[in-house]
C-alpha cells in the first residue's frame, strides 16, 4: 500500500533515449486492477461520493435522481468488493430515523500528477482526493523534449515504485502552454517547444494513461474540487511567477481560452514602472511583474550584476533596504491594479493569487490592497483576495487532480 508522504529530491538524470523496455510494460501490466466501476450507475455513485461523500443512500438517491432500490443495487457490488464502506448509524436530518452514511475506500487507488518547468520536473503520486502520498523531484540538464520525456517518465516509476499494490488510474502532467486534446503541447514559451507530442511520447514510455493539461488550468481544477474556493460558484485564479497565469471559473466550469499559451492578463497595460517586457510592451503587466523583470530591477537596486534571486531581494527588504523596498512595493502595486481589473471585468466572488512569485505580494499585502481599492469604485462589491504560498509540489498536484478528472471522474 502507499500509506506515508515521502519527498525525494534527485540531481542527477540518467536518459534513456525513451524506448519502451520489458520492465516498463510489465511493471504496469502486474498492478492490481482498480474495483471501481468505470460506468454505469455503479459509476455515477462513485462520483458522488467521491467528490461529496459520506453520503446516505437517500442523499445518493437524491442527489443522482435515483430510486431506492436502484441505489441499492448500485451500492451493494461497490460493499461486496471493499471499495465502499458503511459508517456508523446516524441520525437523519431533524432528528430523524436513523441512517448509515456511505464512504468510499481509496487506499489502493491512486493518479501520479506531473509538473514541469523550464528547470526541473515535480511528481506527486495522490489518491483520488488528491492527498499526497510521496513527492519527487528531478533536474533537467536540458528542455529537449527527450530528454524531458524521458525525465517525467523517470520521476513517474520513482514515485510509483513506493506504491507497488495500488491501481494506478493514470498519470497527468502539466506544462505552461498550449495543449491540444490529445497531450499535444503546441506551444510551451518557457520550454522554447513548438508542436511537441508529449502526451505520445510520454504514453510510449510508461504503458499507462496520461492526459497533459495547462498548468494553470490544472492549477485551478485543485482549487475548484478541494481549495478555499470549493463553495464558489464563481471564481479568478492569478499566478505571478516566471510567466503570469489567469483562469476564470463560472457556475463551477473551467472557462478555457482558446490558445491557452498566451495569458489574457499578462501584458495588459498597467501604467506602473517604466519596463519594458520581452514584446516591446512598455508597463504591461509582465513589464513590472514576471520574475525575470523584478530580478532586473532587484539587481540594480542591490548594486549586483544580476546574480540576484526573490529570496536575495524578499531578505534585503525585510531588513530595511530602501531599494530593495521600493522593487518588492512596486510589484505589489502592479499586482493591486492587476486584481482591481479582473475584479472589475470578470466579476469574481473571489481571487485565488499564487505562483512561485507569490512572496512579493506577501511582503506587501498592505500595497496590494491599497492599490487595488485605488483602483475601483468605493462602491465596487467587495472582492476576497486570497493570497496563498505554494511550491512546484502543488502544481503537480493539480496534474494529479486533472488525471482524476480524466481517468476517474470522466472515466475515459
Same mark, same amino acid.
Given at each position: 500500500?502507499?500509506?506515508?508522504?515521502?519527498?525525494?529530491?534527485?540531481?542527477?538524470?540518467?536518459?534513456?533515449?525513451?524506448?519502451?523496455?520489458?520492465?516498463?510494460?510489465?511493471?504496469?501490466?502486474?498492478?492490481?486492477?482498480?474495483?471501481?466501476?468505470?460506468?454505469? $450507475?455503479?459509476?455515477?455513485?462513485?462520483?458522488?461520493?467521491?467528490?461529496?461523500?459520506?453520503?446516505?443512500?437517500?442523499?445518493?438517491?437524491?442527489?443522482?435522481?435515483?430510486?431506492?432500490?436502484?441505489?441499492?443495487?448500485?451500492?451493494?457490488?461497490?460493499?461486496?468488493? @471493499?471499495?465502499? +464502506?458503511?459508517?456508523?448509524?446516524?441520525?437523519?436530518?431533524?432528528?430523524?430515523?436513523?441512517?448509515?452514511?456511505?464512504?468510499?475506500?481509496?487506499?489502493?487507488?491512486?493518479?501520479?500528477?506531473?509538473?514541469?518547468?523550464?528547470?526541473?520536473?515535480?511528481?506527486?503520486?495522490?489518491?483520488?482526493?488528491?492527498?499526497?502520498?510521496?513527492?519527487?523531484?528531478?533536474?533537467?540538464?536540458?528542455?529537449?523534449?527527450?530528454?524531458?520525456?524521458?525525465?517525467?517518465?523517470?520521476?513517474?516509476?520513482?514515485?510509483?515504485?513506493?506504491?507497488?499494490?495500488?491501481?494506478?488510474?493514470?498519470? %497527468?502532467?502539466?506544462?505552461?502552454?498550449?495543449?491540444?486534446?490529445? @497531450?499535444?503541447?503546441?506551444?510551451?514559451?518557457?520550454? @522554447?517547444?513548438?508542436?511537441?507530442?508529449?502526451?505520445?511520447?510520454?504514453?510510449?514510455?510508461?504503458?499507462?494513461?496520461?492526459?497533459?493539461?495547462?498548468?494553470?488550468? #490544472?492549477?485551478?481544477?485543485?482549487?475548484?474540487?478541494?481549495?478555499?474556493?470549493?463553495?464558489?460558484?464563481?471564481?479568478?485564479?492569478?499566478?505571478?511567477?516566471?510567466?503570469?497565469?489567469?483562469?476564470?471559473?463560472?457556475?463551477?466550469?473551467?472557462?478555457?481560452?482558446?490558445?491557452?499559451?498566451?495569458?489574457?492578463?499578462?501584458?495588459?497595460?498597467?501604467?506602473?514602472?517604466?519596463?519594458?517586457?520581452?514584446?516591446?510592451?512598455?508597463?504591461?503587466?509582465? #513589464?513590472?511583474?514576471?520574475?525575470?523583470?523584478?530580478?532586473?530591477?532587484?539587481? @540594480?537596486?542591490?548594486?549586483?550584476?544580476?546574480?540576484?534571486?526573490?529570496?536575495?531581494?524578499? +531578505?534585503?527588504?525585510?531588513?530595511?533596504?530602501?531599494?530593495?523596498?521600493?522593487?518588492?512595493?512596486?510589484?505589489?502595486?502592479?499586482?493591486?491594479?492587476?486584481? +482591481?481589473?479582473?475584479?472589475?471585468?470578470?466579476?469574481?466572488?473571489?481571487?485565488?493569487?499564487?505562483?512561485?512569485?507569490?512572496?512579493?505580494?506577501?511582503?506587501?499585502?498592505?500595497?496590494?490592497?491599497?492599490?487595488?481599492?485605488?483602483?475601483?469604485? +468605493?462602491?465596487?462589491?467587495?472582492? $476576497?483576495?486570497?493570497?496563498?504560498?505554494?511550491?512546484? $509540489?502543488?502544481?503537480?498536484?493539480?496534474?494529479?487532480?486533472?488525471?482524476?478528472?480524466?481517468?476517474?471522474? %470522466?472515466?475515459?
Amino acid at each position: 500500500m502507499c500509506r506515508v508522504k515521502e519527498s525525494v529530491v534527485t540531481t542527477l538524470l540518467i536518459v534513456g533515449g525513451g524506448a519502451v523496455d520489458d520492465q516498463t510494460v510489465t511493471a504496469a501490466a502486474v498492478r492490481p486492477p482498480s474495483l471501481l466501476p468505470s460506468r454505469g $450507475t455503479g459509476h455515477q455513485v462513485v462520483v458522488e461520493l467521491l467528490l461529496h461523500g459520506p453520503l446516505t443512500r437517500g442523499e445518493l438517491g437524491l442527489a443522482l435522481g435515483l430510486t431506492p432500490g436502484s441505489v441499492t443495487r448500485a451500492v451493494r457490488p461497490l460493499l461486496d468488493a @471493499g471499495v465502499a +464502506a458503511e459508517l456508523d448509524v446516524v441520525l437523519g436530518p431533524g432528528l430523524g430515523r436513523p441512517v448509515t452514511p456511505i464512504e468510499l475506500v481509496l487506499d489502493r487507488d491512486v493518479v501520479v500528477g506531473v509538473k514541469i518547468t523550464a528547470a526541473r520536473v515535480w511528481g506527486v503520486v495522490a489518491g483520488l482526493r488528491a492527498e499526497v502520498l510521496h513527492e519527487a523531484s528531478v533536474e533537467l540538464p536540458s528542455t529537449d523534449p527527450v530528454v524531458v520525456a524521458d525525465a517525467v517518465a523517470d520521476i513517474v516509476r520513482q514515485l510509483l515504485s513506493q506504491c507497488p499494490d495500488t491501481a494506478v488510474h493514470g498519470v %497527468g502532467v502539466s506544462v505552461g502552454g498550449q495543449v491540444d486534446g490529445a @497531450g499535444r503541447v503546441r506551444t510551451a514559451p518557457l520550454l @522554447g517547444w513548438v508542436d511537441v507530442d508529449l502526451g505520445g511520447a510520454l504514453r510510449q514510455r510508461l504503458a499507462l494513461p496520461v492526459v497533459v493539461d495547462n498548468d494553470v488550468v #490544472s492549477l485551478v481544477r485543485a482549487e475548484r474540487w478541494l481549495g478555499a474556493a470549493r463553495d464558489l460558484d464563481r471564481f479568478a485564479l492569478v499566478t505571478i511567477g516566471a510567466g503570469l497565469g489567469y483562469a476564470l471559473v463560472v457556475d463551477r466550469v473551467i472557462l478555457e481560452l482558446p490558445s491557452s499559451a498566451r495569458s489574457p492578463i499578462a501584458h495588459v497595460p498597467l501604467g506602473i514602472g517604466d519596463g519594458v517586457c520581452d514584446e516591446g510592451h512598455r508597463g504591461c503587466a509582465s #513589464s513590472v511583474l514576471a520574475t525575470a523583470a523584478v530580478l532586473a530591477r532587484a539587481a @540594480g537596486a542591490l548594486g549586483r550584476g544580476g546574480d540576484v534571486s526573490l529570496d536575495d531581494l524578499l +531578505a534585503a527588504h525585510a531588513s530595511g533596504h530602501a531599494e530593495a523596498t521600493a522593487v518588492v512595493e512596486e510589484a505589489a502595486e502592479a499586482l493591486g491594479a492587476l486584481l +482591481a481589473l479582473v475584479a472589475d471585468l470578470a466579476w469574481p466572488r473571489a481571487i485565488v493569487v499564487t505562483g512561485d512569485g507569490i512572496g512579493l505580494a506577501l511582503a506587501s499585502r498592505d500595497v496590494v490592497d491599497a492599490a487595488m481599492r485605488a483602483r475601483r469604485a +468605493a462602491d465596487a462589491e467587495p472582492v $476576497t483576495v486570497d493570497l496563498q504560498a505554494t511550491g512546484f $509540489t502543488r502544481w503537480a498536484r493539480g496534474a494529479a487532480v486533472a488525471a482524476v478528472e480524466t481517468f476517474v471522474v %470522466g472515466a475515459r
